[in-house]
């Protein structure tokens, strides 16, 4: 059984910045590959970036490359999403989640085991 919590979202301006935290805890964080989805209302849940368990290969949707960073501190049982230059468009519920069983990373939400409550990013025009 694995929890996960993510903190740091808000209402930010456009172009502005944002770090959102994913606390994890039951489980064996340093092994599991980790992801960060968002959803919008009326919309399906979107790829934004994943990580491998030991931090050294990532992966992003490409409507956040070069934006986006996501990272991780297995010490600390948390991954990071830093957002840079943010738009309206990036408006959504932010998700962490958990690749149990995972090695190549993934981009479809079918492919993660567990997952947080979200936590809300709103970007004013």
């Known amino acids: 059984q694995v929890q996960l919590v993510e903190s740091g979202g808000g209402l930010v301006q456009d172009g502005g910045s944002l770090r959102l935290s994913c606390a994890a805890s039951?489980?064996?964080?340093?092994?599991?590959?980790m992801g960060w989805f968002r959803q919008a209302p009326g919309k399906e849940r979107e790829f934004v970036a994943a990580?491998?368990?030991?931090?050294?290969?990532?992966s992003y949707g490409d409507s956040v490359k070069g934006r986006f960073t996501i990272s991780r501190d297995n010490a600390k049982n948390t991954v990071y999403l830093q957002m840079n230059s943010l738009k309206p468009e990036d408006t959504a519920v932010y998700y962490c989640?958990?690749?149990?069983?995972?090695?190549?990373?993934?981009?479809?939400?079918?492919?993660?085991?567990?997952w947080g409550q979200g936590t809300q990013v709103t970007v004013s025009s």
């Open positions: 989640a958990v690749d149990r069983r995972g090695s190549a990373l993934v981009s479809h939400p079918v492919g993660y085991n567990y």
């Open positions: 039951g489980g064996t964080f340093s092994v599991y590959n």
């Open positions: 990580i491998t368990w030991s931090g050294r290969s990532t």
